[in-house]
């Protein structure tokens, strides 16, 4: 069992009643959304963060879940490693929006959809990304062939009416993400991300910042027109973007709730060093800017692909995040079909005992303790 920490950091405390005031605005029927806003902005107040991890219920290293019916138990390498579900699933919907019947990734909606509402039932957070495709070329994210894809899907552009179709698709399956009172489970959405990189077709070579910020209105308005007030919208540019170039695309106060950041590790040495200064700064800049905005921050996205430091979260990602004030850190996915893809550990990898010291730790909230609160 892990020693749960009394101390409470009081300097985040005096922003709890602007959050949870800014979710009681646009308070919906059901208040999912504001609960578990307040629920991560305790969190963040007490110093205590959620560990998430993508796709964990759905495969790991060498194994993959094909039981979509929710008949087995779920099986996730954090589970097996530590004893505890990660606190937050990510899942991801990229497919989704050309109707197929499993993400990019392989993994059924079905399944995803059992595993959402099992997460739920058990206390836990599920936050969902969206790969989609490139809506002019029919391009995977990646595709960047082609410039001026963000204008081509605003109102009065060719692409519009097809891409509302896709954002239809997606409001229907989040509408049927309900918990077993039939309310609408609250989700944090985190789409048309990285968008400070070069390599999605939202990305920072594509379009103006006007234009994305009209997409991302756009789409908030539609979604909330369709009647999903359970959405919690992150927005996640990548690590190492200074003050405007994180703010220059940012879609307002009103269509934002958690400002967060995607950043890996990519080598030893001075990538260690380059990683974590980026950490640094950018968690001092967040919080600065969680204050200025009434927002909660969050590592949404990070990692070290095959983790070859053994004592990788204690001494880096650790150091990257303590006492920052996030309300959650998740990491990528540990691919069961790519040898060298995967950011988590799972049984007899080498930085295994560490990650065990980092769940010990007082601040990291796993599952378990996350359905106490
Ligand atoms: C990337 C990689 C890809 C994957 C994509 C969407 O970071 O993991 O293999 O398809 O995310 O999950």
Known sequence: MKIIR????????????????????????????EVLMKKLAQLSADGEFCFGHQDSYFYGKNWVRNDVRN?????????????????????????????????????????MREAIKAHHRMGGIITLSWHQRNPLTGGSSWDNTRDSVVRYVLPGHPGH???????DKIADYILELKDDNGRQIPLIFRPYHEHTGKWFWWGVQDSSPDDYKQMWRMTYKYMTSKGLANLIWAY???LGTDRDGYMRNYPGDDYVDILGYDGYQFGEGLARYTYLKAMKSDMAMLKDLGVKHNKLIAVTETGYETIPDRVWWTKTLLDGIRGSGICYV????????????????????????????????????????????
């Open 236 to 238: 996640s540019p990548n």
């Open 71 to 111: 008949e087995t138990p779920w099986k996730s390498d954090i589970k097996d490693v530590c004893g505890d579900y990660p606190a937050i699933l990510g899942c991801d919907l990229g497919g989704l929006e050309m109707g197929d019947a499993a993400n990019l990734d392989g993994v059924s909606f079905d399944l």
């Open 6 to 33: 009394i101390a409470i950091i009081t300097t985040l405390i005096a922003s709890i009643p602007a959050v949870a005031l800014q979710a009681c605005r646009r308070t919906q029927p059901d208040n999912q959304k």
């Open 330 to 373: 998740l990491v990528w996915r540990n691919a069961h079909d790519k040898e060298r893809h995967y950011y988590a550990p799972f049984p007899g990898e080498q930085s295994s005992e560490d990650f065990i010291k980092f769940y010990d730790l007082p601040e990291t909230i796993f599952l378990n303790e996350l359905k106490n609160k």
């Open 161 to 167: 009416m097809e891409y509302i179709k896709w954002l």
